[in-house]
Structure formats: C-alpha cells, structure tokens
C-alpha cells in the first residue's frame, strides 16, 4: 500500500532527445504564484545581507539545475507535451 505522495506542479522548458527516450526538463510552478519579495532597495540589503545573498543564490541554482523526467518516443508523442504547458507530477515513496 501506498500512502506517503506527493504532488508538484511543474513547466515544462524545454526537452532534450536521449536517443531512445525524450527528457522533459520542467521548472517549478507552484500552485499559488507567491508575491516576488526579491526587492532591491537598499534598507532590505542593509537590515538582512545574508538573506539577501541566499535568496539571490537560490534563485541561480533553481535556474541551473532543472528537474526532469524521461519518457517514451511513442508516450512523447501520444501525449503532445509542449514548451509552456504545466503538468502534476506525483511522487509516491516506494516500499
């Protein structure tokens, strides 16, 4: 029985052809869009730097590395996945 799962909601950005399998690569697409708080002005830099620098680090490395997922040639083109569209993703823990 499985019970532990989790649902993602992602963008699709772009695929990448393995050959025998198409690579969908996604970017997170929360199902709330939250207010970017990456504002710039000079009293948020000066009360809180580190935070600053944290969030302006995580921000590239969510841009660098892209989750993904491979599929069929054959379920590829069944199911007609375009750059832009949104899918769920579910994650189900195994065992």
Same mark, same amino acid.
């Given at each position: 029985?499985?019970?532990?799962?989790?649902?993602?909601?992602?963008?699709?950005?772009?695929?990448?052809?393995?050959?025998?399998?198409?690579?969908? $690569?996604?970017?997170?697409?929360?199902?709330?869009?939250?207010? /970017?708080?990456? *504002?710039?002005?000079?009293?948020?830099? &000066?009360?809180?730097p580190m935070g600053m620098?944290?969030? $302006?680090?995580?921000?590239?490395?969510?841009?660098?590395?892209? /989750?993904?997922? *491979?599929?069929?040639?054959?379920?590829? &083109?069944k199911e007609k996945y375009m750059v832009g569209?949104?899918?769920?993703?579910?994650?189900?823990?195994?065992?």
């Open positions: 029985m499985i019970d532990d799962k989790e649902v993602r909601r992602y963008k699709i950005v772009g695929f990448r052809d393995d050959q025998t399998k198409i690579r969908v $690569l996604l970017e997170d697409a929360p199902l709330v869009k939250s207010k /970017d708080d990456m *504002s710039f002005d000079t009293d948020s830099i &000066l009360k809180n620098a944290q969030k $302006l680090m995580g921000k590239q490395m969510s841009q660098i590395i892209r /989750d993904s997922f *491979s599929i069929s040639r054959k379920e590829y &083109l569209d949104y899918v769920f993703v579910t994650i189900n823990r195994e065992g």
